[in-house]
């Protein structure tokens, strides 16, 4: 093989390796981007989350909130009072409820450029909430047993008033010392920041966090 052949071919070879690490660096490039783009839309809607949950528990009501619930045919006026007021934080979540499914949709995209091993704020968001609905349903019973069943004790009426305590320091949002369920939403959204942390800027959490704190 001549010198000019030599020569030829060794560009073509040094052009084709060019477009190959172009084509590389562009798709690290690319994929880079869309993996910041989906992170921070998941931290967005994780910031909306938390606001949602502050919202379901707001301790303040509003007139006719809980009246959307069907009541029962024998229902008093008084049980549909109470009933209704445990009703509000499924009425305030079915407001919201769009936000929460598709952040839990977001879920399996995570999944997909991820991997499954690292869902836990996805779950233990949705285990909050949960949480908060089996504290309305529990609600229900213990604030139609106050100030109408007889207590064998006043030991049996403190464990009573304990247990219903319980599950208002989740129903409702409260002072630090007995909220049972922000300082859990700010620990998932510790955790999604670090998980994230490496593929967002520093410059990005405090430009959104004006926002959302």
């Not at 071919?9 to 798709?27: E, K, Q």
């Not at 992170?39 to 949602?52: G, I, P, Q, S, T």
């Not at 445990?86 to 399996?108: D, G, H, P, Q, T």
């Not at 999944?111 to 949960?130: C, H």
């Amino acid at each position: 093989m001549d010198t000019a052949n030599i020569v030829g071919s060794a560009s073509l070879i040094i052009a084709a390796w060019t477009v190959i690490v172009g084509i590389n660096a562009w798709r690290r490039e690319y994929v880079g981007k869309r993996n910041v783009e989906f992170a921070e839309e998941v931290l967005v809607l994780f910031y909306e989350a938390r606001d949602a949950i502050r919202f379901m528990r707001n301790p303040g009501g509003y007139v006719g909130e809980g009246s959307t619930r069907k009541a029962g045919p024998n229902e008093s006026p008084e049980e549909k009072d109470i009933r209704d007021k445990a009703y509000v934080v499924f009425e305030r979540y079915n407001e919201r409820k769009e936000l929460f499914n598709k952040l839990y949709s977001m879920r399996y995209h995570y999944i997909a450029r991820f991997g499954n091993t690292a869902t836990n704020p996805f779950d233990d968001l949705q285990k909050l909430v949960n949480e908060i609905f089996i504290s309305a349903r529990m609600l229900t019973h213990y604030w139609m047993d106050q100030g109408h069943r007889k207590w064998k004790n006043d030991a049996e009426f403190r464990r009573h008033l304990a247990e219903m305590h319980k599950y208002e320091a989740v129903f409702w949002e409260m002072t630090p010392d007995r909220d049972q369920i922000t300082p859990k939403v700010d620990a998932v959204i510790s955790e999604i920041e670090a998980k994230f942390a490496r593929i967002i800027s520093p410059s990005w959490f405090e430009r959104i966090k004006q926002w959302f704190i």
